[in-house]
């Protein structure tokens, strides 16, 4: 097995795909290297696979070399995320354009489904602009919130009666309820086509990432304040306040009509598990894997990204109490995020890529001694000999980058104490 450093200065030149959402452990700074390293082991126009997706930026890079990609995540916004910007289903010319949505905002709120909320919204409008967050904690204290109050339960504004206050104002909720509505509303009209529908989500969630009030704008927990960190959170919570989500959304919306055009049927983009779906998509030459490592579940840092994939509806759990961060009931949990479960699932997924045929490059982030980070479910040696196992000593190598990487820990903050590396581990096909 082959130990070789790989540096920016030996990869392709610089390339940027748009990233809908804040997305932990992106790869926007080392794509330069993956690029390079999948060339290493493919010819041009290889069936590719980005096996755990997420926002898709090793998918549109792949895709901009002339690579046919798969995009797969076990997730249904990275499934959207990869119909919207590897253009599946796109036809030429399509773009998604959407006019009048203020005017739509102010009509729905005249409406008696709405105006419940009127009051609150009225209130939170004076309160940011007067910089009054003493009046402002107070509203958020006294909203009626489903979860505190189930006979509040509304079906028209499903978003506002759970999040407004915490992830996001009231009327940062209302327009993402209303614009969830709009679009749902124009896809049941056959006035979206499909891309259209993937291209207005992926804006939406682009919206909300902006907007939401937490640590790297992931949705773990929303900020809480304390005595030590209270100037600090109320500049926070007024700036993310005046996040507008019609403008944010208007925003993504021509981001995503701005990507490269591909032919609709040139990449796809599938739900489901990677230890399962290997089987099921047919001859590749290449995957490429980013799976998580550490016992942080995606499905927690992300789970209103699903709520606003899915039908917009929040299901938070009925028998088992309510958590900080308003998570829903039966997430997604990845075996890979688990120690008793990693090195099996590991093993499995290998072995049914050399079986293929195909070729495999693995991203890893060695979390190093005395690093506050959290802890590895399979150590980088005990993932290199599954990968030995799968392809033998002689095809894999292991390449190390010039990069260090931000991570959170399991109380949703930013470590500082870190150096973790991250390696590209490359499995040449039997």
């Known amino acids: ?56 930026v090793v998918a549109q890079a792949l895709a901009s070399d002339g690579y046919k990609v798969t995009a797969i995540d076990t997730q249904a916004y990275a499934e959207i995320f990869g119909t919207a910007l590897l253009g599946v289903h796109r036809v030429a010319g399509e773009n998604l354009t959407l006019e009048g949505l203020n005017e739509h905002f102010d009509r729905k709120m005249a409406t008696p489904e709405y105006a419940q909320w009127t009051s609150a919204m009225v209130r939170e409008d004076e309160a940011i602009a007067t910089q009054d967050i003493s009046a402002l ?75 939401v009030h937490s640590a790297g704008k992931h949705f773990a927990q929303p900020f809480k304040t304390t005595s030590e960190n209270t100037r600090f959170l109320d500049g926070r919570l007024l700036s993310d306040r005046r996040e507008d989500i019609i403008v944010r959304f208007l925003e993504g919306c021509q981001s995503v009509s701005s990507t490269p055009f591909y032919s609709q049927d040139e990449h796809r983009s599938l739900k489901g598990a990677a230890e399962n779906i290997v089987s099921d998509i047919g001859a590749q030459q290449l995957y490429y894997l980013d799976p998580p490592y550490t016992a942080q579940q995606y499905s927690r840092f992300y789970h209103f990204l699903e709520t606003l994939a899915d039908d917009g509806v929040p299901k938070l759990p009925a028998n088992t109490p309510i958590t900080t961060g308003l998570y829903p009931e039966n997430r997604y949990k990845s075996a890979f995020s688990a120690r008793s479960k990693a090195p099996k699932a590991f093993a499995s997924l290998m072995g049914k890529i050399a079986a293929q045929g195909a070729s495999a490059i693995i991203s890893y982030s060695a979390s190093s ?53 991250e390696v590209l581990i490359l499995c040449k096909s039997v």
């Open 369 to 421: 001694a005395g690093s506050d980070g959290n802890a590895r479910m399979v150590s980088l040696s005990e993932l290199q000999e599954i990968c030995v196992g799968a392809f033998g000593k002689s095809r894999v190598e292991c390449q190390t980058m010039d990069h260090r990487y931000r991570q959170f820990n399991s109380t949703g903050n930013s470590n500082s104490k870190r150096d973790d590396k």
């Open 1 to 56: 097995m082959v130990s070789a450093p790989i540096t920016s200065e030996a990869a392709k030149a610089d390339y940027a795909p748009y990233r809908p959402v804040q997305y932990l452990g992106s790869k926007m700074r080392v794509l330069n290297e993956i690029r390079a390293a999948v060339a290493e082991l493919v010819a041009p126009n290889a069936q590719v696979v980005d096996l755990f997706t997420g926002s898709t």
């Open 137 to 211: 904690r107070d509203l958020y204290e006294g909203l009626p919130l489903s979860w505190k109050r189930p006979d509040t339960a509304s079906n028209t504004s499903p978003m506002t009666s759970v999040y407004a206050g915490s992830y996001f104002g009231v009327r940062q909720t209302l327009s993402l309820d209303i614009l969830h509505s709009l679009c749902a509303e124009l896809a049941g009209n056959q006035q979206l086509s499909l891309w259209q529908r993937a291209a207005s989500k992926t804006a939406l969630m682009h919206a909300a990432s902006v907007a």
